[in-house]
């Protein structure tokens, strides 16, 4: 039973306590894959982790003291609702389904590495809560063209916000000023949420897992090399986060 941050495992895949996530996971979707439940809102663990993880001193001194519930009300706080989101995207989108064509040429096993990455991010390190609503940042950030669900583009929306910077995010965001403003500042977000590795060392800059020009290129990878690298980029993201949620975990054992 799940009762304590030290009952916290950053390797635990969240497809495993999510009813039947595996089964004809490749024959959903037109063969480019799709689980039978989301762990978002299915995995019991991943919500117990999350209510431990985030229960603590907010950056303006408030405790954040959250509790489990179901449905829109996944986890709750004062006035605020929110939702599991996943931080990781593969892009198996049907209008991306030539370039899923060409990586599956280029790969010995794409299904098994897709399953592996899969396994590899749906750990705690690649999951985050939103405040949740119709038209959430959650869900704004997979329908806006100039992001398509990138993590690294809504964090710099969300770096811009706290700059009083225009983003492709900044209504979205502006609804939420009230959620934001728990963190003081962007630093005051990125520490809370074990993000440093997204940033450089003074935060002033998000570290973009592509080299494109925000909100002006295409935000999917164009070339197998870059779909690779984006994929590797996230990776090694998801195990750093882990690292760190680790270190603070060991800090409460005390």
Known sequence: MITSIIDIDTTFDFT??????????????NGLGAGNSDPDSESKTL???????????????????????????????????FGSDSITASFRYYD????????????????????????KTY???????????INSVNQSRGCESKIRDRWDLTLECIRRFYINEISPL???LEIDRTFFSLFNDFKGYIDFFFLQDCVVEDYSKVILWTDI?????????????????????????VNKRNRRIQDFIENAKG
Request: proline share 5%; no cysteine.
């Open 16 to 29: 495993n306590d999510s009813p039947n996530y595996w089964e004809n996971f490749w024959t959903n979707k």
């Open 47 to 81: 919500q117990s982790y999350q209510k431990l993880l985030y229960s603590r001193e907010l950056p303006n001194g408030q405790k954040m003291d959250l509790k489990s519930g179901l449905g829109s009300y996944y986890l709750t706080w004062n006035d605020f609702r």
């Open 96 to 119: 991306y389904v030539e370039m899923i064509k060409r990586i599956r040429e280029r790969l010995t096993n794409y299904e098994q590495y897709m399953e592996d990455y899969i396994r």
């Open 123 to 133: 750990t705690i390190g690649g999951n985050i809560i939103f405040p949740k609503r």
């Open 170 to 172: 900044s209504e979205v």
């Open 213 to 237: 020009m925000p909100f002006v290129d295409d935000p999917l990878p164009n070339t197998v090399d870059t779909y690779l690298q984006f994929i590797d980029n996230e990776i090694l993201f």
